[in-house]
């Protein structure tokens, strides 16, 4: 199983940016899927990007164009660039992967909230 570890949540305004990292335990390349979601109060767990291991993306509808998922393969970590924030975007942000063998797993999250 893979352990995850978020970080860069916090408190931003509105049309801010910030960007979460998730930090894995194990190789990337060694990641058959990987990716993002997000769970808002009382609103079920919604994804907002998942990446193969092949580097193909999908974006969730309500964050394309403005959120970019990315990974550094060296540091065996991944990247969500949250930019144009809106308060709707509040939420848990939590890491997800599924390695080439074995169960899929989650990170513990990190609290994004916007508002002014």
């Known amino acids: 199983q893979v352990q995850l570890v978020e970080s860069g949540g916090g408190l931003v305004q509105p049309g801010g940016s910030l960007r979460l990292s998730c930090a894995a335990s194990k190789n990337l390349i060694n990641l058959y899927q990987m990716g993002w979601y997000r769970q808002a109060p009382e609103k079920q767990r919604e994804m907002v990007a998942l990446m193969t291991s092949g580097g193909s993306i999908t974006y969730g509808d309500s964050v394309k164009g403005r959120f970019t998922f990315s990974r550094d393969n060296g540091k065996n970590t991944l990247y969500l660039q949250m930019n144009s924030l809106k308060p709707e975007d509040t939420a848990v942000y939590l890491c997800?992967?599924?390695?080439?063998?074995?169960?899929?797993?989650w990170g513990q999250g990190t609290q994004v909230t916007v508002s002014s």
């Open positions: 997800y992967a599924v390695p080439l063998f074995g169960s899929a797993s």
